[in-house]
């Protein structure tokens, strides 16, 4: 079964989940458990885990799987609702001043913030139906000897895609959204730079 991801696009909801607690919370439901039962793992009292629970149950992110008693009390059992979460990137970034430039980051990133909205919508939407939704998706790194380079390398790219684009396009037929973007590869020094500043 395809893991079920959740995309994070109310306010409301994102500030539901971001407390530190909270997102321990929803990494640990991947199983379902109980306040009682997640009390002595977390080092809190039953009482603030029902408090936490409750407010991911109104946030949409747990769901109650199961009610049962125990010695005197009733015992609610939660899921998280989804095995990843994704937050909208629409709710963390300011209006892209650059959009349409080919070479602007921020316009490769509002670009990328779109694919993981579409694609993540439409995943859920295509699991609730038992169906798979088809992607694809191509990964390569090309080193350049100039930063000039870059453009001519841009140019032939995009006439590659045309030409291909050209051969297979059919009007009428499914629409498929194809990006194509390029970054500098994270250096292993800039990811150990990374790793200890976190």
Do not use: C, W
């Not at 079964?1 to 959740?6: N, P, Y």
């Not at 670009?111 to 992607?135: P, Y």
């Not at 080193?143 to 291909?164: G, I, N, Q, R, S």
């Not at 959204?177 to 990811?191: K, Y």
């Amino acid at each position: 079964m395809a893991d079920r991801v959740a995309l994070l696009e109310e306010p409301d909801t994102l500030r539901g989940a971001l407390a530190p607690l909270r997102r321990r919370l929803l990494m640990r439901l991947s199983e379902p458990a109980s306040a009682t039962e997640l009390a002595p793992e977390f080092g809190v009292s039953r009482q603030k885990l029902n408090y936490h629970l409750r407010k991911l149950e109104d946030a949409g992110l747990v769901e109650l799987v199961a009610v049962r008693q125990r010695r005197g009390f009733t015992e609610r059992m939660f899921r998280a609702r989804a095995d990843a979460y994704v937050i909208d990137p629409a709710l963390v970034r300011a209006p892209n001043k650059h959009k349409g430039d080919r070479h602007a980051a921020d316009h490769l990133v509002d670009v990328a913030a779109t694919t993981v909205r579409e694609v993540a919508r439409m995943q859920n939407a295509a699991g609730r139906k038992g169906l798979r939704l088809l992607t694809f998706t191509l990964e390569t790194e090309v080193h350049l000897a100039a930063p000039a380079d870059l453009h001519a390398f841009t140019e032939e790219l995009a006439k590659a895609m045309a030409d291909v684009v050209a051969r297979f396009d059919s009007p009428g037929g499914r629409a498929y959204r194809v990006v194509g973007a390029g970054h500098p590869a994270i250096r292993d020094t800039e990811e150990e730079n990374d790793d200890r500043a976190a």
